[in-house]
């Protein structure tokens, strides 16, 4: 095949490349020409890969306690300014100094991940093999919408698609899925597919297709993650058409109450065409009865969506599983890796459990597209089911890491923190000036600082003080959230380097950014 010759060429000659790079290792002298050429020469891929990868090596070998270190937003663009280069018209040599000056403002300037610090958000510090697969990604740019484009990307989704599936047990020939650059989008996409499965000409007619009709609406948690009341926004759904279903006393949606609440959204002329449970909700972490609402939602003739962004991951754990019981039975599922997975973000997978639902988020008629004939290679494309069109591949370093140490891993690792979130929970139950606010069911747990003599109506201001302290000094990052519209610290495990001696560290600190607090002159106080 004349192709083939033509292509053998080239490797030939990149196989010469390396030869002569073994024997002129790079010194740190070399002066780079500053042309096309040597940006991508190889070389200088090789000698700039090393100088990084010292860098982060030493970055992630550190043990200091560290959170965040917020850098006022004009000094930091004034000093990345200070590290472009002034050439204007001709390209610049390559600098070492000068991307390790770069690649130094990155790590510094970041949420110390890796840090038993860093307890404050739901992504993590990824496995560090993670970041080489990933990193891989990034230079051979194989963008995982189309088979043609990305080849293994696709065959590695197809293959973690059925090794996930395995925890959540539909039959293995007719689910389906799909991934998306966040949970976010992945909500999106499965609303839109419930939505246009309920309302076939919607897609086509807009809202022309709903005259005489009962407003579309979406049951949901009362604290379901933004992105669902805003995916009812640009649906055009409308907030007001979003039925909010009560929550029990451990923050989860009661079942008997919500039976009632879909009844009166009946009579207020909605018609609920999903109701979206939470698996792992983002303040508390709490796992709605996915079990009976499933029950309820079949009853009902709806879809039930799982949002199970920050709790699918659960399901890899024979421990954990059981806090999404019943999840086979929901029709949709999204599945954030890089939470719970420990990959770099975005990397979320949108599980349907029938493959024909994948089809309509964004295609009305889904026989439109059995009607192609796909080959054998375009079979495997994402592109109709996907919102993207460029998408990054995003399923290789899970697949990697899946491959070569196993699910163990991940079940090892989240068994841990969710151990350590109990653990941090008795700890606050037998200090009299803490109270947790909820018992936890994974690995997030809410809590106050109550001091003696705190009055009632000082509470909430004083949670959202000591988190903005904690911020400013820069040891320990946590987050904050309303509960019953009172605010209350926040830790999210997210770091199995984290222990118990860390979390009594993190409370000896805020002790003493309350007393500070309370005892200074709030005249003075311009916060
Ligand atoms: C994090 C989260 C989301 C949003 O996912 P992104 O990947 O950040 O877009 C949605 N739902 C829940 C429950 C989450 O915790």
New binding site residues.
């Given amino acids: 095949m004349a192709e083939a010759r033509a292509e053998s060429a080239p490797v030939i000659q990149q196989r010469d490349t390396r030869r002569q790079l073994r024997t002129a290792p790079i010194a740190a002298t070399t002066l780079w020409a500053g042309t096309l050429a040597e940006v991508f020469d190889a070389r200088l891929f090789r000698a700039s890969t090393e100088s990084v990868a010292s860098r982060l090596e030493k970055h992630l070998a550190g043990v200091a306690i560290r959170g965040l270190e917020l850098t006022d937003p004009e000094i930091l663009t004034k000093t990345a300014r200070g590290l472009m280069t002034p050439e204007r018209d001709r390209i610049a040599a390559f600098d070492e100094e000068r991307l390790s000056a770069i690649v130094d403002l990155y790590v510094r300037t970041g949420i110390q991940v890796h840090s038993p610090g860093a307890m404050g958000r ?2 993590s510090g990824v496995i560090p093999l993670a970041g080489v697969v990933d990193f891989v990604s990034s230079v051979v740019n194989q963008p995982s919408s189309f088979y043609e484009a990305g080849q293994l990307p696709n065959v590695a989704e197809r293959i973690m698609a059925e090794e996930l599936n395995r925890f959540i047990g539909w039959e293995p020939d007719s689910f389906a899925m799909v991934t998306t ?7 999106l996409t499965a609303l839109l597919a419930a939505r246009n499965k309920h309302f076939p000409d919607y897609w086509s007619q807009g809202g022309g297709a709903l005259a005489g009709r009962p407003r579309p609406a979406i049951a949901v948690g009362a604290d ?5 009341s805003r995916a009812a926004g640009v649906m055009g759904i409308g907030d007001e058409q979003l039925v909010r279903l009560p929550l029990d006393a451990d923050q989860r949606i009661c079942l008997d109450r919500a039976r009632a609440a879909l009844a009166e959204a009946e009579r207020r002329g909605l018609e609920v065409f999903c109701l979206v449970a ?5 303040a508390v972490g709490a796992f709605d009865p996915i079990d009976g609402l499933a029950d309820l939602a079949r009853e009902k003739g709806i879809w039930l969506h799982v ?5 699918a991951s659960l399901l890899v754990s024979d421990k954990l599983r059981g806090k999404l019981g019943g999840i086979e039975k929901a029709d949709s599922l ?1 599945w ?1 890796a ?2 719970m997975m420990f990959v770099p ?2 990397c ?1 997978l949108l599980f349907y459990r029938d493959k024909r639902d994948s089809l309509g988020a964004f295609r009305q008629q889904a026989s439109y597209v059995f009607d192609e004939q796909p080959d054998i290679y375009t079979a495997l494309d994402s592109g109709d089911k996907n919102f993207e069109c460029t998408k990054r591949p995003m399923i290789m370093p899970l697949w990697a890491l899946w491959s070569i140490h196993g699910r163990a891993l991940f079940a090892e690792k989240i068994e841990y923190l969710c151990q350590l979130t109990e653990d941090i929970h008795r700890i606050l139950v037998d200090e009299p000036d803490f109270e947790p606010v909820h018992r936890p069911e994974a690995n997030i747990l809410c809590f106050r600082h109550l001091p003696d003599g705190l009055g009632e109506n000082e509470v909430h201001r004083l949670q959202l003080d000591i988190r903005n302290r904690l911020k400013i000094q820069g040891n320990f990052f946590i987050s904050k959230v309303d509960i019953d519209g009172v605010a209350a610290l926040r830790v999210v495990m997210m770091n199995h380097r984290t222990t118990t001696e860390h979390f009594r560290m993190l409370l000896g600190e805020i002790r003493r950014a309350g007393y500070d607090l309370r005892h200074r002159d709030h005249s003075s106080d311009s916060e």
Avoid: C
Avoid at 224 to 228: P, Q
């Fill in positions: 739901q992504f650059s966040g949970g976010s989008l992945a909500n379901v993650h933004y992105s669902v939470s698996a792992g909700t983002t949002d199970g962004a920050h709790g999204t954030d890089h939470k973000a975005p979320t």
